[in-house]
């Protein structure tokens, strides 16, 4: 009986830090890649569980549109829906036309190049695994560079920068090599850029500890995707307890943790968050600081609301 009323205790603690939760960095549908719900269906799901938010991210287009469409037509949903901009191949690279675009939409993330970083290309080859969003529909996808050959900012990508300074969206690394992201991100406080946004360090982009620290400390929010800590999903690159080192090296109030799912033949999003905070809650994290990296990190820097229970 007692073993039933901790487990019954424990969901109940898990179901309350989802409300007002916000998972910023999520791949529903629809997309060129197979997806395992739509976004329709992730804000319904995610309304069930009491999220203040979504953010939807796909590498292909801007998920503007849809979002305004959800918003307006379903009222209903507790769960609002944000998307930003990937400066991938298909939106034309580094086009400040198209993150202009995105701005005036609402849009609140620019993420540099994921699949066309030349880190991407480079993870690929030497880890010899295939992104999961990876495609053979379109032609094949080509490096997009945000540096010069003596590793200062290419001026076009100086140029997204500024528009990303002036719509005050959030900057994200994308997939783009730890050792650009340093570069990159120096520029972008130079052109008055406050919301910087550090991609998974643990994974494709080459990030240690070290950097995650220095990052941080430059001002930057350090955003973990769950999928890559939590054992029962293929996505697991890194040990569960690896998890609490990148948050201390942080540090909590530095620290955004996104679910990064969607994908087919995989664990929901929703169902990501909900282990994710079983899994601070056994690293020994409080409720106070669950809620920071599960909520109210995100709303700070993407300037939403947390719409967290009064009783938070």
């Known amino acids: 009986m ?4 901790s487990t019954s205790s424990l969901d109940q603690r898990i179901a309350a830090l989802l409300v007002g939760a916000i998972d ?6 629809p997309s060129i890649a197979p997806r395992s719900l739509d976004h329709l269906e992730l804000a319904r799901e995610a309304s069930e569980a009491g999220f203040a938010a979504v953010l ?4 292909d287009y801007a998920g ?7 918003r307006r037509h379903h009222p209903e949903l507790k769960t609002k829906v944000y998307s930003g901009i990937a ?6 690279g580094l086009n400040p036309y198209a993150v202009e675009h995105t701005a005036a939409m609402g849009g609140k993330v620019v993420w540099m190049p994921t699949l066309t970083a030349e880190q991407h290309f480079r993870w690929e080859k030497e880890s010899g695994r295939a992104h999961p969003a990876s495609t053979s529909k379109i032609r094949p996808a080509t490096v997009v560079p ?3 050959p003596d590793k200062t900012v290419r001026d076009d990508a100086k140029e997204i920068l500024d528009v990303i300074a002036r719509t005050d969206m959030t900057l994200a690394s994308g997939h783009l090599h730890v050792s650009e992201t340093w570069i990159v991100f120096e520029e972008a406080k130079k052109r008055g850029v406050k919301r910087l946004v550090f991609t998974h360090p643990e994974d494709i982009v080459g990030g240690t500890l070290n950097d995650v620290k220095g990052i ?3 001002g930057a929010q350090v955003e973990h995707s769950l999928c890559m800590f939590l054992e029962g999903n293929k996505f697991q690159s890194s040990p569960s307890e690896d998890l609490k080192k990148y948050i201390d090296a942080a540090g909590v109030d530095n620290t955004i943790l996104c679910s990064d799912l969607g994908q087919t033949g995989n664990i929901s999003p929703v169902e990501g968050m909900r282990r994710g905070v079983k899994l601070c809650i056994d690293l020994g994290y409080s409720d106070e600081d669950i809620r920071k990296m599960v909520s109210t990190n995100a709303a700070r820097t993407l300037g939403i609301e947390a719409d967290l229970p009064s009783a938070a």
């Open 216 to 218: 941080a400390a430059m």
């Open 24 to 29: 910023p960095h999520v791949h529903s549908g």
């Open 87 to 92: 400066l991938n191949n298909v939106v034309g």
């Open 56 to 59: 939807t991210k796909d590498h």
């Open 2 to 5: 007692s073993a039933a009323l």
């Open 146 to 148: 945000v540096l010069n």
């Open 64 to 70: 503007v549109m849809t979002a305004a469409l959800i």
